[in-house]
């Protein structure tokens, strides 16, 4: 009932109150600390960004994130829904010799190969990444972000991708279209 009531709680675009479908539930709601939603952006806005990650036995991304989102220009152009920090993950990723670096490579080449995402060149020379959800944005951005950029998608399903600043060529056996039953 104090939900409904609370101004606090208000839609301040359509000015409803908060309405409460259950009561059994509410005494549990101050122990949530985080909430991951669907692909509605119901309580995302639609927007992701790119913050931690596991990778072998290992956990990069610092708890405490800056609030202002890590900007970062490529030969490509801006580099969007990126807020990750983590020095060990930098020391890990730039030593071959590390016992988690080659985790560390074959996830980011997931990252840039497991998508649907499509590039488009603006007139500036720029490329644009189209994808087709918010967090297929980050998860593209955030491999770019560590040199392992997404650069076009050819027809004959071939992807080309730089890594560490030499042009890889992949063919892509399969792609499994999203459905809400997977």
Same mark, same amino acid.
């Given at each position: 009932?104090?939900?409904?009531?609370?101004?606090?709680?208000i839609?301040?675009q359509?000015f409803t109150?908060?309405k409460?479908?259950?009561?059994?539930?509410n005494?549990?709601l101050?122990?949530?600390?985080?909430?991951?939603?669907?692909?509605?952006?119901?309580?995302?806005?639609?927007?992701?960004?790119?913050k931690k990650?596991?990778i072998g036995s290992?956990?990069?991304?610092e708890?405490?994130? #800056?609030s202002?989102i890590i900007?970062k220009t490529? /030969?490509?152009?801006e580099?969007?829904n =990126?807020? $990750?920090h983590?020095e &060990?993950?930098?020391?890990?990723l730039?030593?071959q010799?590390?016992e988690n670096?080659?985790?560390?490579?074959?996830?980011?080449l997931?990252l840039?190969?497991?998508?649907?995402?499509?590039?488009?060149e603006r007139?500036?020379?720029?490329?644009?990444y189209l994808a #087709?959800s918010?967090?297929?944005?980050?998860?593209? /951005?955030?491999?770019?972000y560590?040199? =392992?950029? $997404?650069?076009?998608? &050819?027809?004959?399903?071939?992807i080309?991708l730089?890594?560490?600043?030499?042009?890889?060529e992949?063919s892509v056996?399969?792609?499994?279209?999203?459905t809400?039953?997977?």
């Amino acid at each position: 009932m104090f939900i409904s009531w609370d101004h606090k709680l208000i839609d301040t675009q359509n000015f409803t109150a908060a309405k409460v479908q259950t009561s059994t539930l509410n005494e549990e709601l101050g122990q949530v600390k985080y909430i991951f939603s669907d692909k509605t952006g119901t309580l995302t806005k639609n927007y992701m960004e790119f913050k931690k990650m596991s990778i072998g036995s290992f956990s990069y991304g610092e708890t405490e994130v #800056s609030s202002s989102i890590i900007k970062k220009t490529d /030969n490509l152009g801006e580099i969007n829904n =990126f807020n $990750f920090h983590d020095e &060990e993950f930098y020391r890990h990723l730039n030593d071959q010799t590390h016992e988690n670096f080659e985790n560390i490579k074959n996830f980011l080449l997931c990252l840039c190969l497991c998508n649907t995402v499509f590039t488009e060149e603006r007139s500036d020379s720029q490329v644009v990444y189209l994808a #087709s959800s918010p967090d297929e944005m980050a998860l593209i /951005n955030a491999a770019r972000y560590f040199n =392992f950029k $997404f650069l076009k998608r &050819e027809i004959g399903n071939k992807i080309n991708l730089e890594i560490f600043g030499k042009v890889e060529e992949y063919s892509v056996e399969r792609i499994i279209e999203y459905t809400s039953e997977r």
